[in-house]
């Protein structure tokens, strides 16, 4: 079982010849082996593994910035567009407890955004309808059983999750 281990480990360590590298880089990087008692190749082997761990982590943070430029962009074409409309904007509230009422009384659509926790206690699928313009970036939005979940869908954005009541 040993030998078989010892060619399981000299397969991975075969001879392998690349072409193009600089000359200076190499002889570099045969001082860093010499000067800390290693081989090239051990040396070259965590160059390489410590590369690929930050370039897999570069990627990733692209990602992001990318994902995050593309939401920005949205939003702001989105509140571009509705800057026309005469509509009233609820933002950047860790938790709101609203009443149809209250909603029914302002007089015109309202925009729910950037709220973790929106609880809409006793409203219905018409007030939704006539005064819910959108539910834009909310972590969780908390509604009565009767309300059409997918209705209500139809006005969210980047909403995590929907619960009943």
């Known amino acids: ?19 193009g590298v600089n ?18 190749g051990e040396v070259m082997n965590q160059a390489m593994m410590t590369f690929l761990g930050l370039a897999g982590k570069v990627g990733e943070k ?16 989105e509140g571009y567009n509705e800057a026309g409309k005469n509509i009233f ?10 009443t149809k009422n209250e909603i029914i009384g302002l007089g015109k659509p ?5 709220i973790k926790r929106l609880i809409l206690d006793d409203i219905d699928q018409q007030t939704i309808d006539q005064y819910i313009d959108s539910i834009i970036t909310v972590d969780e939005v908390v509604v009565p059983s009767s309300v059409n979940k997918l209705l209500l ?13």
Do not use: H, P, W
């Open 1 to 19: 079982m040993l030998d078989m281990s010892n060619n399981q480990q000299d397969e991975n360590k075969k001879t392998v010849t690349i072409r």
């Open 23 to 40: 000359r200076d880089l190499y002889e570099r990087m045969v001082n860093i082996a010499r000067n800390s008692g290693k081989t090239v």
């Open 62 to 77: 692209i990602d992001e910035a990318t994902q995050k430029a593309i939401n920005v962009g949205k939003a702001f074409v």
């Open 89 to 98: 904007i609820v933002s950047d509230l860790e938790e709101l407890r609203i």
């Open 110 to 114: 309202v925009s729910f955004r950037n």
């Open 153 to 165: 869908l139809q006005k969210c954005k980047f909403v995590k999750r929907v619960v009943t009541i």
